[in-house]
């Protein structure tokens, strides 16, 4: 319940946005789940169907598609097969392989739910003829499914060489799919056709084998159930009964079908039929009989009370119990009549013969179809064939003629290329004489030039000799403007009468600064050292800040600048690695006063 709530949310929350790539994730989450959890299915399917109106028509056919797979796998049965006819046309014309194997495979199955067996069996062949087993992404188990409905409807009709052959298939592609319970179910059901087939030994090998791979996958439950079919067969000798017994003895300590009370649920009663068969084999009649008796449950089918009345006959001729032997040879004969009744041996072989010539109808049109497409490929073949012929010649004549007068055209360049290989004959011998003349004028200028290259080398290293001194001096000269230009600045920030209103208040305690001197002594300070002031404004914009700056730059100490302020010495340290961080990206406060000189060159020592 917590899984098909939580797929519902989740597809609420998909198909909220309202977009067609989210109805196809849902469709996609739907199918991945489909095999293991087709309730949890159908309800994202039955949440996306109220978004119908806004699908195109192949989504709305996939997502019917789909649906109807869900339904069929909740155990529903088609009480109509109009929808998946619909469907099984549609996907032919415009489908993948899986989803045309897939649609007749429901068609089948509506056919089946509605008691038309042989209308069944043919949509099923027609979902295997679709099916492409080369492609890299078919979906095996979809077939695995086909064979395995077809193999019910033959055992339903006692078709059982049909049956066998369609088992086989069925295991085949259902270990291909990945799906190894259902190839070793296929296998192990496939023994009951071989008993009734009167092939005993091939059944108990099938068996053996299928419980053994059972065991080995860990369905160990699967194969105690199939084991009851070992146990029927040796309980038929008297040879083989301690086998049984100790089939029985393991069904019976490991089976989950048991109650608290170790009795079987009443669907599984035909269990006593082999239990009794035991005792009366080694000529324990009273719990032949108990067991024979166990059988029975409200309902049971004339076929489903076949055993229990044969087991109680024969326990009663036994014991000689005339009444009892009439009572019960009359409901034995009831119950055997009625099951003979239910199967007619001439409709059944009329029905593999409708199989057998339906299928041959059907690849009978198929090879009519197949000649008539090669005799159209042929046709069109000769036709084309011709055409291209027509063609060639026309290419043919049209090319004789140009190639005639690129003959003429040959024989013209071939004089043109004569006289033109004279001309580049006499051009060579010029460009010869040319470069011999050439190579005797570089000999004489190799000398020139390596004369002027000497020349060039001592002028050039002259030049760069009185380059350097040149810099030199104007470095000198711009050091000394800068210096002059700084102590300029900083001789005006000094004398300025509220800087040294400060300082003096900085030696010696005096009356505390103002609010207004601070604001005089910021606007000094902002004149005096613009560039130092914009950062400040911009990376600290405090005024504790610009005021500790100031007086660092005035050389005020710590404990003064502390007085001054009314913090703490801490206080203003912290004050100072701040600036130095945010400003140099240094976290000392000792090494402030030294970068703001190098940086802003406020010469503290003034």
């Not at 899984?3 to 790539?21: D, E, H």
């Not at 996939?62 to 869900?70: I, P, T, V, W």
């Not at 076929?303 to 009572?327: C, I, N, R, W």
């Not at 005096?528 to 730059?553: A, G, K, M």
Request: glycine fraction near 2%.
């Amino acid at each position: 319940m917590k899984r098909i709530l939580f797929f519902a949310l989740t597809l609420s929350l998909l198909v909220s946005c309202g977009t067609r790539r989210e109805y196809k994730d849902a469709l996609l989450r739907a199918e991945a789940v489909m095999d293991e959890h087709p309730d949890s299915a159908l309800q994202i399917l039955d949440s996306l169907g109220q978004y119908e109106s806004e699908f195109n028509r192949h989504f709305r056919m996939q997502y019917q598609l789909h649906r109807q797979n869900a339904v069929n796998k909740t155990s529903d049965k088609f009480t109509s097969d109009s929808l998946c006819q619909v469907l099984a046309n549609y996907f032919d014309r415009h489908g993948t392989v899986n989803e045309r194997v897939l649609a007749h495979y429901l068609l089948g199955r509506a056919y089946t739910d509605m008691g038309d067996a042989p209308q069944a069996i043919n949509t099923y062949q027609d979902a295997i003829d679709a099916a492409d087993t080369t492609a890299t992404d078919f979906n095996f188990y979809t077939l695995e499914c086909v064979y395995a409905q077809m193999a019910d409807l033959y055992r339903e009709q006692l078709l059982l060489t049909n049956e066998i052959k369609a088992r086989k298939k069925a295991s085949h592609y259902a270990f291909r799919a990945d799906k190894p319970k259902w190839g070793i179910y296929n296998q192990a059901i496939s023994a009951g056709a071989y008993i009734l087939l009167n092939k005993k030994d091939s059944a108990e090998i099938i068996l053996k084998s299928a419980l053994e791979q059972y065991r080995k996958h860990g369905y160990t439950q699967h194969a105690l159930r199939f084991s009851r079919t070992l146990m029927h067969l040796y309980t038929d000798s008297f040879q083989r009964l301690e086998e049984a017994k100790a089939l029985m003895d393991q069904f019976e300590s490991e089976s989950e079908l048991f109650d608290e009370n170790h009795e079987l649920p009443p669907s599984q009663h035909q269990y006593y039929d082999y239990k009794g068969k035991y005792y009366e084999g080694i000529n324990r009649l009273d719990s032949a009989e108990y067991y024979y008796r166990k059988i029975y449950r409200p309902g049971m089918t004339p076929v489903e009370q076949d055993p229990m009345y044969k087991g109680l006959l024969s326990v009663f001729t036994k014991q000689h119990k005339t009444d009892s032997m009439a009572k019960y040879a009359l409901l034995y004969g009831i119950a055997n009549d009625s099951s003979i009744a239910l199967k007619d041996q001439e409709l059944v072989s009329k029905m593999v013969a409708t199989y057998n010539y339906s299928r041959q109808q059907k690849e009978a049109y198929k090879n009519e179809v197949k000649a008539y497409k090669t005799l159209m490929g042929l046709i069109i073949s000769i036709v084309l064939i011709a055409i291209g012929c027509a063609t060639s010649f026309l290419l043919w004549r049209r090319n004789r003629q140009k190639i005639n007068q690129l003959k003429m055209e040959l024989a013209d360049a071939n004089v043109e290329y004569e006289e033109n290989l004279n001309k580049l004959q006499q051009l060579e011998f010029n460009q010869r004489e040319l470069i011999t003349a050439f190579h005797q004028r570089l000999s004489e200028s190799q000398g020139e030039i390596a004369q002027i290259n000497q020349e060039y080398e001592d002028e050039k290293v002259s030049l760069l000799e009185e380059n350097k001194a040149l810099q030199k001096r104007i470095e000198q000269l711009q050091q000394e403007k800068s210096i002059s230009k700084y102590l300029e600045v900083a001789t005006s920030f000094a004398e300025e009468p509220i800087v040294k209103r400060i300082r003096e208040i900085s030696r010696k305690p005096l009356s505390p600064v103002t609010e207004d001197e601070w604001k005089e002594l910021t606007n000094v300070f902002a004149n005096s050292y613009p560039e130092l002031y914009r950062d400040l404004r911009l990376y600290s914009n405090t005024p504790q800040s610009i005021r500790v700056c100031i007086l660092t730059i005035l050389g005020v100490g710590n404990n003064e600048q502390a007085n001054m302020l009314d913090i703490t010495n801490p206080r203003v340290s912290n004050t100072k690695s701040a600036l130095n961080k945010t400003l140099f990206n240094e976290t000392s406060s000792r090494t402030l006063n030294k970068n703001l000189t190098i940086k802003y060159n406020t010469m503290p020592s003034l």
